[in-house]
C-alpha cells in the first residue's frame, strides 16, 4: 500500500519561503514520477513540480520556475519542494503525487497560505 507523511505547509509572508517534504513508501523506485499539485479553492488542481524517473528530468510549472526546487533523498524515499519568493497567488493546498505502474496516488495535502 502506497502510503504518504507530508510536512512544511504553512502561514507565511509574501517574498518569504517555506519547503515542503512528502515520504512515500510502498512502491519501488523503478519507473516512477513524484512531484507536487496545488489546488486554490474554486481552482483546478495543477501540477506544480515533478521528478521522473522515466528520463531523469525534473519539471515545473511556468509560474514557479526559478522561485520553486524540488529536490529527493533517494535513501529516504523523500522528495521536497523549497519554494522561495513566495507570492499571495502560490496560497493554496499541496498534495504529494506518485505515478507508479500507470496509478496515482495522492497524499492528504498542505495547506500553504501567502499573505501580502
Known amino acids: 500500500e502506497v502510503q504518504f507523511v507530508e510536512s512544511g505547509g504553512g502561514l507565511v509572508q509574501a517574498g518569504g519561503s517555506l519547503r515542503l517534504s512528502c515520504t512515500a513508501s510502498?512502491?519501488?523506485?523503478?519507473?516512477?514520477?513524484i512531484g507536487w499539485f496545488r489546488q486554490a479553492p474554486g481552482e483546478d488542481r495543477e501540477g506544480v513540480s515533478c521528478?521522473?524517473?522515466?528520463?531523469?528530468?525534473?519539471y515545473y510549472t511556468g509560474s514557479v520556475k526559478g522561485r520553486f526546487t524540488i529536490s529527493r533523498d533517494h535513501a529516504k524515499n523523500t522528495v521536497y519542494l523549497q519554494m522561495d519568493r513566495l507570492r499571495p497567488d502560490d496560497t493554496a493546498t499541496y498534495y504529494c503525487?506518485?505515478?507508479?505502474?500507470?496509478?496515482?496516488?495522492w497524499g492528504q495535502g498542505t495547506q500553504v497560505t501567502v499573505s501580502s
Open positions: 503525487s506518485l505515478t507508479w505502474l500507470l496509478s496515482e496516488y
Open positions: 510502498g512502491f519501488t523506485q523503478d519507473d516512477y514520477a
Open positions: 521528478f521522473s524517473s522515466y528520463d531523469g528530468m525534473t
